[in-house]
């Protein structure tokens, strides 16, 4: 099973729900989810060093297969862990909520772009693209 690393923006207890419903679609695609605020953090900030934060960040992503990210908008630490999966050439799915603005290079990374009404609707191109993998 294709081990996915699931980046969205964190904004503590006010979306925590909403993460763990994206980790659960990623699974019902097909896909074994990580996602470093849940599973490393444990929903609070672990790490009080910038660099071990992203050190410890880039040892996960290098245990996965690719990397999901929810894109919202600029967004410094998930700009990072897209840029280190990039480097890395791991698989790259960016999803968006339709009319989200998204520059031509964040979509030249990516080797699955969704735009979605509602998140739910990442399943099934998901499911897709996982038998391609």
Do not use: W
């Not at 992203?54 to 996960?60: C, F, H, I, T």
């Not at 520059?103 to 038998?131: C, H, N, W």
């Amino acid at each position: 099973m294709n081990k996915i690393y699931i980046t969205a923006h964190f904004a503590g207890a006010d979306n925590k729900a909403e993460i763990e419903k994206l980790c659960s679609l990623i699974k019902e695609a097909g896909y074994q989810d990580f996602c470093f605020i849940r599973d490393v953090e444990h929903y609070e900030k672990m790490f009080f060093d910038s660099r071990l934060l992203m050190k410890s960040a880039l040892e996960e992503l290098e245990q996965c297969d690719a990397l999901f990210i929810d894109f919202d908008g600029p967004g410094t630490g998930r700009i990072v862990e897209l840029g280190m999966a990039y480097a890395l050439k791991k698989k790259i799915i960016i999803a968006t909520k339709k009319g989200t603005t998204v520059r031509d290079t964040i979509r030249g990374v990516a080797d699955l772009f969704i735009e979605y009404t509602e998140i739910s609707e990442i399943v099934e191109p998901m499911k897709q693209f996982v038998q391609k993998m």
